[in-house]
């Protein structure tokens, strides 16, 4: 089987050429399931109901989260689509879940969703969380969008979960990384899958204010860049018997 995997979507822009680009991607890789992570996917960052509807119409199955997952607080009901999840280490008492299962008729497909914890927000450890999920989980086929800002502690949790999980597919960073394997012969891996958005751009957002931000370490307010954009991502191939990932391709497509 083969699962799609599209990096970080960077607003409006960004939903607007995945809802261009996806659908053809899913015909030319024959995927047959599709996660994109979609924090950021409304205009200023965040996820709104919005945002979410834009992904899914452009085809996804699953949206994933991250740091900035609770950051548009009147929309946090759509935490109420199991389609939706948000990193499990933010604790039950968060709307939402970290962990959805996907009926795909001739097997099941879990996805987790986890943050990490260095240089980002002190949550529960997402070692720990990972393991507590792992025991509740009967499909061997598991995909995990860890969503993290250090590359130590992506390339630890890819280690821990070797064996354990079909992927384990890095987000958060939005660039592409150049380590795409697959670790102990069993897990897809890769530090961080990049980003959907404005290419001419620092991470999706105007270069020309967060230069400034970084400069001249002034207050100041982003926004997303403009122009052509571009689309990062894994096709995961994985025999659904036994959960162990056969191939790992990054995708660039401008």
């Not at 053809?24 to 945002?51: F, H, P, Q, W």
């Not at 986890?114 to 927000?121: C, I, P, T």
Request: one cysteine or more.
């Amino acid at each position: 089987m083969k699962l799609l995997f599209i990096g970080d979507v960077v607003g409006n822009i960004g939903c607007q050429f995945l809802k261009k680009r996806l659908p053809e991607l899913k015909r030319e890789y024959n995927a047959d399931i599709v996660i994109v992570n979609g924090e950021n996917s409304a205009d200023g960052n965040g996820i709104t109901k919005y945002s979410a509807d834009q992904i899914f119409q452009a085809g996804a199955d699953i949206i994933t989260t991250g740091n900035h997952a609770f950051q548009r607080r009147s929309d946090w009901h759509i935490y109420e689509n199991d389609c939706i999840i948000r990193p499990a280490n933010y604790g039950e008492a968060c709307p939402g879940k970290g962990v959805t299962v996907c009926d795909m008729g001739s097997c099941q497909i879990a996805v987790i969703n986890l943050a990490g914890v260095l240089f980002l927000e002190s949550l529960e450890n997402p070692f720990n969380a990972a393991d507590a999920i792992l025991k509740t989980l009967e499909t061997p086929n598991i995909f995990v969008d860890f969503h993290a800002e250090a590359t130590s502690e992506k390339r630890a949790m890819g280690f821990y979960l070797a064996g354990k999980v079909t992927a384990v597919m890095g987000t958060h960073t939005h660039v592409q990384t150049a380590d795409a394997c697959i670790l102990e012969k069993h897990t897809g891996y890769i530090t961080d899958a990049g980003m959907t958005g404005v290419e001419d751009s620092i991470l999706g957002t105007d270069k020309k204010i967060a230069l400034e931000r970084m400069r001249l370490h002034v207050p100041v307010r982003y926004r997303e860049a403009s122009g052509a954009c571009y689309l990062n991502g894994v096709l995961i191939e994985f025999e659904k018997k036994c959960g162990k990932c056969t191939k790992i391709t990054p995708l660039i497509v401008r």
